[in-house]
């Protein structure tokens, strides 16, 4: 179980720009990370107290902006919703995690100690946050949100995971191939594969500090559906990559979907007969997840 670092209280906010009335983005300086973190908040127009919704980007984050602002609706289905979204910017390929060592590649990745113990306390006191928190993220950053909130049982009252495979042995060449296509050398994350580490991210093992929390899944089967219908300069990609990456995702899913049963935790896990692992999908999957996550957390 993680503690919380004793640079926690040194983070602070250094710049906020207002972008909109309902959206901002803050600049913290992070002692764990060693450097300014942009961090992008929608939230309500008006005061009063409200929960946080921590939503993680992909393997290939935006840049100046998380993807979920332009790649989905996000912003506007939050609109008018009594909640803050917290939208962390960057982190290719860390899996917002806490890395064993500096990255040639990356730099520092402290991602855990960033998210669970720097940030939350800034978002409360900025943004009239009350401590009740939910995590979810897609595929990278779906994985992320279970690891986090297993490690983390007492931050989040519920986690989601849009294309996601929270089950990290089952996931170790996935997760290995992605760092090192990206340049970065995946033995910094958490060691080589069977070390004590792997096993301490990994959800599948730790299970049952995800028990009480609300619990939502999504996932594909890699099949083309309506969205390969549309015409888009990403429709190629979308079959021939997307594809073949939403059919493991499913795997992992089922897995996982067995692995929860089998200790006795329930969960919404939407099984789609098409689809691939692509940003339609996602917005999609974002807004049916909302009737599980919503309620959880009081938003």
């Known amino acids: 179980m993680v503690t919380e670092p004793a640079t926690a209280a040194a983070a602070r906010i250094v710049r906020i720009d207002e972008v909109s009335a309902t959206r901002a983005s803050l600049f913290v300086d992070s002692p764990a990370m060693g450097r300014t973190v942009q961090v992008d908040v929608l939230h309500p127009a008006g005061g009063g107290s409200r929960p946080s919704y921590y939503l993680l980007d992909g393997l290939d984050p935006g840049v100046g902006q998380s993807t979920w602002t332009n790649a989905t609706d996000a912003e506007a289905f939050f609109r008018g919703k009594n909640l803050n979204v917290v939208l962390p910017v960057g982190g290719q390929a860390g899996y917002y995690t806490d890395w064993q060592q500096d990255d040639p590649h990356f730099g520092r990745y402290r991602w855990e100690t960033f998210l669970t113990s720097e940030l939350p306390p800034l978002i409360d006191a900025t943004f009239d946050g009350n401590g009740v928190n939910a995590i979810g993220g897609l ?3 779906g994985n992320a949100a279970f690891i986090l909130a297993a490690r983390n049982p007492w931050l989040y009252e519920a986690v989601a995971g849009y294309s996601a495979c929270p089950d990290t042995g089952l996931a170790t060449g996935a ?3 992605s760092i090192a296509n990206r340049g970065g050398n995946p033995l910094n994350m958490w060691g080589p594969p069977g070390s004590p ?6 959800p599948s093992r730790m299970a049952d500090r995800l028990r009480g929390k609300a619990i939502y899944l999504s996932t594909g089967t890699g099949v ?3 969205h390969e219908a549309e015409v888009k300069p990403q429709l190629a990609e979308n079959i021939f990559l997307g594809g073949p990456v939403e059919a493991g995702v499913n795997i992992c899913t089922l897995n996982f979907d067995r692995q929860l049963r089998t200790v006795g935790i329930s969960a ?8 691939t692992h692509s940003w339609s999908y996602w917005q999609d999957t974002l807004h049916a997840s909302w009737a599980t996550i919503g309620p959880a957390i009081g938003a």
């Open 139 to 141: 595929s990278m950053g």
């Open 197 to 202: 580490a792997w096993a301490e991210h990994d």
């Open 224 to 226: 083309p559906g309506p």
């Open 175 to 177: 997760v290995m191939f």
């Open 268 to 275: 919404r896990i939407d099984y789609s007969a098409t689809g």
